[in-house]
């Protein structure tokens, strides 16, 4: 690939887990950082995510935006990586990876933002509810090492990065499952260069 990787970000947002991603892969990255407001809202990067958010990722002529998107952007454009599995042994990493993406941010949001569904209005909730939601990924995790399986894989990065932030803030109940899972995919040395590259960038508190 000769095409230019170039982020766009900030470091207080959930481009940390698309900086995670791309320190996974390997491959040189350029990084535009956006200050929250006017910058991400109109101008030129408006044409590349017209929601006015981060992360993006452009490769070229390419651009992605969403998380989850870009960690299965990356895996796939960067197969050597083998952060994705081989496509026919991909069921358990596209549930994982978009579990992530559907019912667990949702969920994580909802409650934490104490939304109360009814009852008589559950099924028009996907996700069914916050404690089925945690539950699954208890079991999963006391399954397998990792999301997919046996191996590290870019579901870890993204529905992983939720669940380590999840146990930072409150959002997400300390489990032992989840604290042992959560050492063990950021003791990888891509999630500490990541870390250190966003860490960096923070600005001091006023």
């Not at 992530?100 to 109360?116: C, I, M, R, S």
């Not at 529905?159 to 930072?168: D, H």
């Not at 870390?195 to 960038?201: C, N, P, R, V």
Request: charged letters at 20%; one cysteine or more; proline letters at 8%.
């Amino acid at each position: 690939m000769t095409d230019t990787l170039t982020l766009y970000s900030n470091p207080m947002s959930r481009g940390r887990i698309a900086r995670w991603m791309l320190e996974e892969v390997g491959a040189p990255y350029d990084t535009v950082y956006l200050a929250y407001g006017p910058p991400m809202k109109c101008g030129e990067y408006a044409a590349i995510n017209p929601m006015g958010k981060v992360p993006s990722l452009r490769h070229g002529e390419t651009v992605v935006t969403e998380c989850g998107a870009i960690c299965a952007y990356l895996a796939d454009t960067f197969p050597e990586t083998e952060l994705a599995p081989p496509p026919g042994a991909r069921g358990a990493y596209y549930r994982w990876l978009f579990f992530g993406a559907g019912p667990l941010e949702a969920a994580v949001t909802n409650n934490a933002l104490a939304v109360v569904v009814p009852d008589e209005k559950r099924g028009f909730v996907g996700y069914g509810s916050f404690p089925l939601v945690i539950d699954a990924l208890e079991r999963r995790l006391g399954e397998t090492a990792f999301l997919a399986g046996d191996r590290f894989t870019a579901a870890d990065v993204y529905t992983g990065s939720q669940i380590s932030w999840g146990l930072a803030f409150g959002t997400i109940e300390r489990r032992p499952v989840f604290e042992d899972y959560a050492a063990r995919i950021n003791a990888r040395p891509a999630y500490a260069r990541a870390k250190a590259l966003d860490d960096a960038a923070t600005p001091a508190p006023a």
